[in-house]
């Protein structure tokens, strides 16, 4: 049972449109929602998060909205460039049920075209 | 900007053979965590670490486990290697533990034949 799901495994976009990555989870308890990106053959690097006491978070090009009662996320990206082109994953992380984690999402594939 | 770094990189191993990945970071920082990245399944979390030989377990930890020493290393031992664990391996730190981001390493290509 996965609590963090992408379900777009790719999402193909043109250059200077906007990219709209979505994240659905299942635990009430999380306490923090991430996006991270990953280049081939590199580590994730963390990219925005947001609290779950806030609705929204801009930070350049990139803006994460967080709807608490349907359980989404969604990561927008304006204008998307050809740079942005590589895998998204949601994270959400909080101490609920014992411990710390952070449960990432599957990932989502970007093609950004020029 | 290293800060963290994973050996070995790339490793090749049999079935039945124990193996070790190391995870090294020069921030300090408190909490480290080893993830596994395979396709349709994104990053899974093995075993976590909250200070010097304070560690849990991971939604995937059958078959691993981890070792903290130091603050500087935490490493990933698989006690008998099995084709299923055949995957990349990523490290991660953090400094709060709590929403804000990790830093991961470059990751270890693992491959059991």
């Known amino acids: 049972d996965q609590q963090v799901k992408q379900n777009s495994p790719s999402l193909s976009v043109q250059e200077g449109r906007i990219s709209i990555l979505n994240c659905d989870y299942t635990n009430s308890m999380f306490d923090y929602f991430l996006w991270y990106k990953k280049y081939p053959a590199e580590g994730p690097t963390f990219l925005i998060s947001i609290s779950s006491i806030k609705d929204k978070n801009e930070d350049g090009r990139f803006t994460v909205f967080l709807n608490k009662s349907a359980k989404h996320l969604s990561l927008h990206i304006v204008p998307s460039q050809p740079g942005d082109s590589a895998v998204y994953f949601c994270?959400?992380?909080?101490?609920?049920?014992?411990?710390?984690?952070?449960?990432f999402g599957a990932g989502t594939r970007l093609f950004v075209k020029a | 900007d290293a800060g963290i770094t994973q050996s070995p990189r790339h490793k090749v191993t049999e079935t039945g053979t124990p193996v070790t990945l190391r995870c090294h970071q020069t921030e300090n920082h408190r909490y480290m965590y080893w993830y596994r990245q395979d396709p349709g399944h994104g990053l899974r979390l093995i075993h976590y670490s909250y200070g010097v030989k304070d560690t849990d377990k991971g939604e995937v930890s059958d078959g691993y486990s981890v070792s903290r020493s130091k603050t500087e290393d935490f490493l990933l031992t698989l006690e008998s290697a099995t084709s299923s664990q055949t995957s990349v391996y990523f490290c991660a730190i953090s400094d709060t533990g709590s929403g804000g981001g990790y830093t991961f390493g470059s990751g270890t290509r693992l491959t059991v034949v």
């Open positions: 994270a959400a992380s909080g101490t609920g049920g014992g411990g710390f984690k952070t449960i």
